[in-house]
């Protein structure tokens, strides 16, 4: 695997690496934290309409989502599981090269799609 990003003790996350074996196809396979309280698990979808979906059934269960962040290299929800567990629900938006991890602008998932669309093909300008 490759050292594909990461952040320093002084960064807001603290320390932090992202490791890929496949960095033409995938922004990072594993993030590590210094900071257990950022650990998690994610889960992969492949539509923004699959995002979408995803978090109104999060919200119609009234699990209280945590955050959402435009990555650059993917859109992404987060919310505890019942046992309290950290999960990611993401979509990849193809900008791998655009932006390095950490990475963590706030994501508003009610926007519509052509919105949402655009902060990434800016990025990506």
Known sequence: MQVVGGSGADHPLGASAFLCS???EESHEIALFANPMYAHVAFKVSTLAELRSFHARVLA?????????????????????????????????????????????????????????????????
């Open 22 to 24: 496949r960095p033409n």
């Open 61 to 125: 269960r009234k699990l209280p989502i945590k955050f959402s962040f435009n990555h650059g290299v993917s859109f992404a929800f987060y919310f505890d599981d019942p046992d309290g567990h950290t999960i990611e629900i993401y979509w990849p938006t193809g900008a791998l090269e655009s932006y390095r991890q950490p990475h963590a602008e706030p994501l508003d998932l009610t926007q519509p799609d052509e919105v949402l669309l655009a902060q990434v093909a800016h990025a990506s300008a």
